[in-house]
Nanobody, 113 residues
Framework: QVQLVESGGGLVEAGGSLRLSCAAS????????WAWYRQAAGKQRELVAS???????NYADSVKGRFTISRGNVKNTVSLEMNSLKPEDTAVYYC???????WGKGTLVTVSS
């Protein structure tokens, strides 16, 4: 059974930084592409960043140049480094392998203006 545990969220001022981490278990981690999604209050969940099993990355236009996704195939982790945070980045952030159905509980990021 796939389990995903996100951590690292919190309250930060605009312009600040946070690093999110996701620990995955119950899955052959290195085989899959992984991604971070977010869902702001009253909005649909959206894809923020993705990384393939070979390390290629892709980002939503809204975070390009500010966020960096990375993965650790030894510790089965996927991380999201978030810099120059804006109030519109406020959301619950989730990690997921797009081909798998499992979601974690997410981690809340709140950016104050």
């Amino acid at each position: 059974q796939v389990q995903l545990v996100e951590s690292g969220g919190g309250l930060v001022e605009a312009g600040g930084s946070l690093r999110l981490s996701c620990a995955a278990s119950g899955v052959i981690f290195s085989m899959y592409n992984w991604a971070w999604y977010r869902q702001a209050a009253g909005k649909q969940r959206e894809l923020v960043a993705s990384i393939t099993n070979s390390g290629s990355t892709n980002y939503a236009d809204s975070v390009k140049g500010r966020f960096t996704i990375s993965r650790g195939n030894v510790k089965n982790t996927v991380s999201l480094e978030m810099n120059s945070l804006k109030p519109e980045d406020t959301a619950v952030y989730y990690c997921k392998a797009p081909l798998l159905g499992a979601w974690g509980k997410g981690t809340l990021v709140t950016v104050s203006s």
